[in-house]
């Protein structure tokens, strides 16, 4: 199983990205997909969640400003990323996890640069 990452780049403070993440299989494989995020130095972060009933979770410093959403027909997850920060700038990773497959999928992280 791959999880294909894109949409990262470089934007200015107070701008958007989208992200998108595109699985080798079915989405309908998954329970529940996320994003999450490394910047240089820290720990990996969760940013957002999403399980297949459409229930989303959100790390307090993006709420408000990011939107995690999936499209089944397209077999694709998204972060809509508005009012980006300079403190946003890190790698992004999609996640992926799977009851029917008893396994937890990585993406291999797309990279998004906010300058001030």
């Known amino acids: 199983v791959q999880l294909v990452e894109s949409g990262g780049g470089l934007v200015q403070a107070g701008g958007s990205l989208r992200l998108s993440c595109a699985p080798s299989?079915?989405?309908?494989?998954?329970?529940?997909m996320g994003w999450y995020r490394q910047a240089p130095g820290k720990q990996r972060e969760l940013v957002a969640a999403?399980?297949?009933?459409?229930?989303?979770n959100y790390a307090d410093s993006v709420k408000g400003r990011f939107i995690i959403s999936r499209d089944n027909a397209k077999n694709a997850m998204y972060l809509q990323m508005n009012s980006l920060k300079p403190e946003d700038t890190a790698v992004y990773f999609c996640?992926?996890?799977?009851?029917?497959?008893?396994?937890?999928?990585w993406g291999q992280g797309t990279q998004v640069t906010v300058s001030s």
């Open positions: 996640n992926a996890d799977s009851v029917r497959l008893k396994a937890n999928y």
């Open positions: 999403i399980i297949s009933g459409g229930s989303t």
């Open positions: 299989v079915s989405i309908f494989s998954f329970n529940a």
